[in-house]
Nanobody, 133 residues
Framework: QVQVVESGGGSVQAGGSLKLSCLVS????????MGWFRQAPGKEREGVSYINWNGAIIYYVDSVQGRFTISRDNDKNTVYLQMNSLKPEDTATYYCAAHSRVTTMSNLVLGAKLPPGEGNPYWGQGTQVTVSS
């Protein structure tokens, strides 16, 4: 059984930092691309960043570029999201996802519709991040 468990969320003031972690079990972790997503109240879920199996391919959406850093430790089956210079608009529930294809993860983060047969990612339950002004 695949489990994806996020942790590290919390409440911080604007300008502060948080580091999210996502521990994955039940699959061969370094066969999977990993992505971070977020959903603010009343808004649709949006992609934040993704990383391929060995960290050679990394992408950030414009709104977090230069402030957030994604990384992974395949020995620990964990992906991280270091979030610096946090803004109130970063307030959201943050979700981690795993997919065996980096192209599919890219499409997910970019919000593109997946073609049939791509398979669904494995999702975590989310961790809340609240940034106060």
């Amino acid at each position: 059984q695949v489990q994806v468990v996020e942790s590290g969320g919390g409440s911080v003031q604007a300008g502060g930092s948080l580091k999210l972690s996502c521990l994955v079990s039940g699959l061969v972790f370094d066969d999977y691309a990993m992505g971070w997503f977020r959903q603010a109240p009343g808004k649709e879920r949006e992609g934040v960043s993704y990383i391929n199996w060995n960290g050679a391919i990394i992408y950030y959406v414009d709104s977090v570029q230069g402030r957030f850093t994604i990384s992974r430790d395949n020995d620990k089956n964990t992906v991280y999201l270091q979030m610096n210079s946090l803004k109130p608009e970063d307030t959201a529930t943050y979700y981690c996802a795993a997919h065996s294809r980096v192209t599919t993860m890219s499409n997910l983060v970019l919000g593109a519709k997946l073609p049939p047969g791509e398979g669904n990612p494995y999702w975590g339950q989310g961790t809340q991040v609240t940034v106060s002004s």
